[in-house]
């Protein structure tokens, strides 16, 4: 599988691919590809990017995430926007709000919180914001869990 993500002509590679790990690896398998995909729950490199694509589904149902490199955080949010079904999200990135103030990434985020109708369990250090959690508030009525650890003054009195 890491040699088809390697190849120059990824773009014709991987719907395929998906497709037919979507069809005939269990969502367990599919979870215990996840942890050998992510080393420690961190994305380096872009071919963990595209192995991610690959393995998760609307059907995955936990995803932690604890360091994503500044150049593929586009890529892990709108990755997040297929992720519907998942039960716990755990994004504990110290850098995530220190470096990127981005709005297309914010928007994006919040779009893909509001579609996690079945999210029990919400982790979000250091990249809360007001605005997802409102979106939180708003769709997500199964919500158990909220941890925060926000570097907004005032957050921390929510």
């Given amino acids: 599988m890491q040699k088809s993500v390697k190849r120059k002509e990824w773009v014709k590679v991987k719907g395929p691919l998906t497709r037919l790990i979507h069809t005939h690896v ?6 215990e590809l996840q942890k050998r995909v992510l080393r420690e729950w961190r994305i380096y490199d872009t071919v963990t990017v595209r192995l991610l694509q690959v393995i998760l589904s609307p059907a995955t149902s936990y995803l ?3 360091q994503v490199r500044a150049f593929y955080r586009d890529d892990v949010t709108s990755l997040l926007l297929q992720l519907g079904g998942l039960r716990l999200l755990s994004i504990q990135d110290l850098s995530w709000t220190s470096r990127s103030n981005n709005a297309l990434q914010l ?3 919040s779009l893909s919180l509001a ?10 250090q250091y990249c809360a914001h007001d605005i997802l959690l409102a ?4 769709s997500c009525h199964h919500l158990q869990v909220v941890d925060l650890i ?3 003054p005032g957050l921390e009195r929510v």
């Fill in 64 to 66: 932690r995430l604890v």
């Fill in 135 to 138: 979106v939180v508030a708003e």
């Fill in 107 to 109: 928007h994006t985020m």
């Fill in 150 to 152: 926000s570097r907004f």
């Fill in 115 to 124: 579609g996690m109708q079945h999210l029990r369990i919400l982790v979000m």
């Fill in 26 to 31: 269990t969502c367990n398998q599919r979870y």
